[in-house]
């Protein structure tokens, strides 16, 4: 039975080995034809396919600076406003606001608040505010976030109340729509 299972480890390992070979050739050949993609061709893409192309154009631009810093001077207002509230919404997806703090995204809290009402997503904005001040979380040094490990991720988890802001988001309109929505109106900046 062991070896059975030690079996169907490696079995599984390596299929997700080939899916991410697979999924790496189709993200740099994406990657590389958005990269390329004028401002016309991006409009005529679909709010998902947009999202995703934008994500590669700005990504492409941010200069890791170190643990705590990038360097965002390379982008527009727009593509900014993008690159933040984008990465607050996947690592939400993926985890909620402790993952966003925990994670490299956390660079860009201190600008959050100031995005999302760029956006025009006032009640994330005051939620985010609300939440920041009752915990007297400093956004502009979230170096007490960083983790090593999933133990790590636990322990961050457990120090405020994320959960109760996770299903409070959960209520709110989601913040891709008035991101898209800003996106369009903006897109000549990208």
Not at 49 to 64: G, H, I, N, P, S
Not at 79 to 94: A, G, L, M, R, T
Not at 149 to 155: E, H, K, R, S, W
């Amino acid at each position: 039975m062991k070896n059975r299972k030690n079996k169907l480890i490696v079995i599984l390992l390596l299929a997700i080995t080939m899916i991410f070979n697979f999924s790496g050739c189709l993200f740099f050949s994406s990657s590389r034809r958005y990269l390329k993609m004028s401002v016309s061709d991006l409009s005529k893409l679909s709010d998902g396919a947009l999202f995703e192309a934008l994500l590669y154009r700005t990504e492409a631009k941010v200069v890791d600076i170190d643990d705590t810093k990038e360097d965002l001077s390379a982008l527009s207002d727009a593509e900014k406003v993008f690159y933040v509230v984008s990465y607050y919404d996947i690592e939400w997806q993926n985890g909620g606001l402790c993952q966003y703090f925990s994670n490299s995204s956390r660079k860009t809290a201190y600008l959050l608040a100031d995005c999302l009402e760029k956006i025009g997503a006032d009640e994330h904005k005051e939620m985010y505010l609300k939440f920041i001040e009752d915990n007297n979380i400093d956004v502009n040094d979230l170096s007490s976030f960083m983790i090593e490990d999933v133990n790590d991720y636990i322990a961050q988890s457990k120090r405020y109340p994320f959960d109760d802001y996770d299903n409070a988001f959960a209520q709110l309109k989601p913040v891709q729509e008035p991101l898209m929505k800003y996106v369009r109106e903006h897109i000549n900046e990208f």
